[in-house]
């Protein structure tokens, strides 16, 4: 079996950086105090399983999980942006929305501090998009 590359991990301060972006995605913060965002180091090999279970992942209060931010250390924002484009096609996970994030594609001051792909539930993102006018802007 081959051995997958070690990749060394960007130490992040995921708590400051959602209070961060409060401002142009004020659930974030709340969700991830609440434990309702989780983070997960990219594997090729076990990303299909964190995909797919996402739909029911829930925690031990029986709450919905909000997120799953898979960090991709060492990407590039195209092979980012083409994984979101191919990941959005696949019906199994049309309950999921798909993102990504690179510190080298941040116009705005609001990307994440590492390349990560983001999965949400695409029905709740939308509500949420709606509630705060994300629409009109």
Excluded at 4 to 19: A, P, S
Excluded at 48 to 59: D, G, L, N, Q, R
Excluded at 61 to 73: I, L, P, R
Excluded at 106 to 125: C, F, H, M, S, Y
């Amino acid at each position: 079996m081959a051995k997958e590359e070690e990749v060394h991990l960007k130490e992040v301060n995921w708590l400051e950086y959602y209070k961060s972006i409060s401002k142009v995605c004020p659930w974030s913060y709340r969700s991830y105090t609440m434990g309702s965002i989780i983070t997960i180091p990219y594997n090729e090999v076990t990303f299909e399983t964190f995909a797919t279970t996402f739909s029911v992942c829930k925690s031990k209060e029986g709450v919905q999980t909000d997120c799953f931010v898979y960090v991709c250390e060492g990407k590039s924002p195209q092979w980012l942006e083409t994984t979101v484009k191919q990941l959005q096609r696949v019906e199994k996970y049309s309950d999921s929305e798909w993102l990504y994030s690179t510190p080298e594609d941040d116009d705005e001051g609001n990307a994440t501090p590492v390349p990560v792909i983001i999965q949400q539930r695409k029905v709740q993102l939308e509500k949420l998009r709606q509630q705060t006018g994300y629409y009109n802007e």
